[in-house]
């Protein structure tokens, strides 16, 4: 099973800064990576697949990058909405797929 | 537009079953697999099941092996989960999604309480 772990697990960010979290998988995973981000009472939204595409609708202040075991989700010019609980995702080698244990992105 | 909805969840007591369904509309639905994916609350995320668009594979969490299993009806855009042998730590949040690159859409979840 591949195993992923994000960091930090909260990351406190003022409304218009920048705001980088990272997601580590314990063995490659090529770009087979996705990240969501939940808000509260709500289902996860998918933001990025292939460790970097935006799915439909995603802002251009979201974006993905990495390959292999190191990636990075980052959000420019924060918005109060943006504050939520970020999740990575592989989807390289399942059953079983894998989330990373999320970071809260607060104010 | 995708629309995924959830029902079947409940109180059930541990040892128990329950079935819970996804309606799904908006997308071919036997083209894709589509997946279960649970959260306990306040918790992750944690994939469950999936089962392929013509539903002659399927995939189990080794935590719910056996004792879950996953079916689609393509004729009614209908995906099922049937939950025996149900135990405290199964309760959470059960969300269908659509799979393809990741889960692309979600339904808003129903909740599973396995408590005596």
């Known amino acids: 099973e591949i195993v992923m772990t994000q960091s930090p697990a909260t990351l406190s960010v003022s409304p218009g800064e920048r705001a980088t979290l990272s997601c580590r998988a314990s063995?490659?995973?090529?770009?087979?990576l996705a990240w969501y981000q939940q808000r509260p009472g709500q289902a996860p939204r998918l933001l990025i697949y292939?460790?970097?595409t935006r799915a439909t609708g995603i802002p251009a202040r979201f974006s993905g990058s990495g390959s292999g075991t190191e990636f990075t989700l980052t959000i420019t010019s924060l918005q109060s909405e943006d504050f939520a609980v970020y999740y990575c995702?592989?989807?390289?080698?399942?059953?079983?797929?894998?989330f990373g244990q999320g970071t809260r992105l607060e104010i | 537009e995708v629309h995924l909805l959830e029902s079947g969840g409940g109180l059930v007591q541990p040892g128990g079953s329950l079935r819970l369904s996804c309606s799904a509309s908006?997308?071919?639905?036997?083209?894709?697999?589509m997946s279960w994916v649970r959260q306990v609350p306040g918790k992750g995320l944690e994939w469950v099941s999936g089962?392929?668009?013509?539903?002659?594979?399927?995939y189990y969490a080794e935590s719910v092996k056996g004792r879950f299993t996953i079916s689609r009806d393509n004729s009614q855009n209908t995906l099922h989960l049937q939950m025996n042998s149900l135990r405290v730590e199964d309760m959470a949040t059960y969300f269908c999604?659509?799979?393809?690159?990741?889960?692309?859409?979600w339904g808003q979840g129903t909740m599973v309480t396995v408590a005596s």
């Open positions: 995702q592989q989807y390289h080698n399942w059953p079983p797929i894998t």
């Open positions: 063995q490659s995973v090529s770009s087979n």
């Open positions: 292939g460790a970097s």
């Open positions: 908006g997308f071919i639905f036997s083209s894709y697999t």
């Open positions: 999604a659509k799979t393809r690159v990741g889960f692309s859409d």
């Open positions: 089962i392929t668009g013509s539903g002659g594979i399927t």
